[in-house]
């Protein structure tokens, strides 16, 4: 019989493991995750485009809204119907879509996402009171931002001609109500 020792070279060691592919895995994760989170915020404060109009209340823009938009410009704005609930302090809450047939054609006929654009065509204009000031805030979604997702004609659709124009419309309107309202009161005994 022989003795059951054996060398220490003998043995069986454990596969080692590679540090330095550890580390690069980690950072690899911790990386993925800290850009996952970075563009979540991003997305969450810049997705919805606010603009407060002093001076000018929700009603303002709710009374000039549907005869502001000038036939020529291709632009239709109807007042929406909303299933949501007015703020709890009594602020008034206007929902207008603000369409342009030429730009949604232009996503509905994109080669590559066509049936599934128009879902995106983002028309929505919501008005409201800020409840500190009492101006009208003015909001919509970030047309420019949702090209840059999409990519493609989207991209051209959305940032090059949909955004200028809706920002163009709301500011020359509320150009408009100033103005009537400085006519209203010079008028005014």
């Not at 485009?49 to 002093?54: D, L, N, R, T």
Request: hydrophobic letters at 40%.
């Amino acid at each position: 019989m022989e003795p059951l020792t054996t060398t220490i070279t003998e043995q069986k060691r454990p596969p080692r493991k590679n540090p330095v592919l550890a580390a690069f895995l980690l950072g690899v994760i911790a990386g993925a995750a800290a850009m996952f989170c970075a563009g979540f915020l991003y997305l969450r404060h810049n997705l919805i485009v606010s603009h407060e109009f002093p001076g000018l209340t929700a009603d303002d823009f709710d009374d000039a809204f549907e005869n502001a938009m000038p036939a020529e410009s291709g632009w239709k704005a109807s007042r929406e119907a909303c299933s949501l609930p007015l703020p709890s302090d009594g602020r008034a809450l206007y929902n207008w879509k603000l369409c342009n047939r030429t730009y949604a054609r232009g996503l509905m006929d994109d080669p590559d996402r066509g049936l599934v654009l128009p879902a995106l065509i983002p028309c929505t204009v919501s008005i409201t009171d800020d409840p500190d000031s009492g101006n009208a805030v003015v909001s919509r979604l970030n047309t420019s931002l949702l090209g840059v997702i999409y990519g493609g004609n989207a991209r051209k659709v959305l940032r090059s001609g949909i955004a200028p124009e809706q920002e163009a419309l709301v500011s020359l309107l509320a150009d408009g109500i100033r103005k009537e309202k400085a006519q209203r009161k010079e008028t005014e005994p």
